[in-house]
């Protein structure tokens, strides 16, 4: 087993002893760019720093950490070292055009420095917008034409009487008004209409008597007649 270990641990040795950063990182203009930077543990008190250029030898160094925890800005550019956890967060802000290029996250010790190299890219930034606002500032935009409506006409072009809404659904239908003939007058008063629309004629009391009480009234008077007639 100690065989196996001696064999093959010198291949562990260089990933326990490097850099792990991204290769490539991009962002628009105007954006904040962050990246991590892992170290392996017995570095925690070393300085970290974020070094630009093409050339790990003549890299310009923006923001070191000088072995403390504690966030270190230069600048748009920050730098925070994280011991508990072997990392380096590295913060670009407000990017440019001009920030993109070749960088390294480096850590200084006696002899050769560790250092990865990382490429930025920035993309020109595209102006956005999101509910009325443009980049820059707000801006007023023209409202669509709308349908004519009750809501947008004009008091003389309302109209008069606006159509009733459909009954909701399974609700009974709306029960109608049925209107009811007038109604007539009573049999023998003044004014009574017949069949035809005409007024009927009003009726006398001897017309609306029996023949025979009639026959009985003119006895008396023709007898009265007769006894006049022979004493004269």
Known sequence: ??????????????????????????????????????????????????????SRDSCRKVVETAGREAPQQHGRVSIQDSHIFCVVMLTMEDLSEADAGSYWCGIERTGRDLMELVTVRVVPGKPWCLAGWRHGGPTVT???????????????????????????????????????????????????????????????PLASSSPGTALSALVPSVVLLSLLAAAG
Request: one cysteine or more; proline letters at 23%.
């Open 1 to 54: 087993m100690m065989g196996i270990w001696l064999g093959w641990g010198w291949l562990l040795l260089p990933v326990c002893q490097a850099l792990v950063v991204p290769r490539e990182v991009s962002g628009r203009v105007g954006e904040t760019l962050s990246l991590r930077c892992w170290y392996p543990p017995g570095y925690e008190d070393y300085n970290k720093y974020w070094c630009q250029g093409a």
């Open 142 to 204: 023209s409202s669509p034409q709308l349908p004519p409506g009750p809501s947008f006409m004009q008091p003389h072009q309302l109209p008069r009487q606006l159509p009733r809404p459909p009954p909701p659904p399974g609700s009974p239908p709306p029960r109608r008004s049925i209107p009811l003939p007038p109604t007539p007058p009573p049999r023998g008063e003044p004014g009574a209409l017949g069949h035809g629309g005409e007024n009927q004629p009003r009726s006398s």
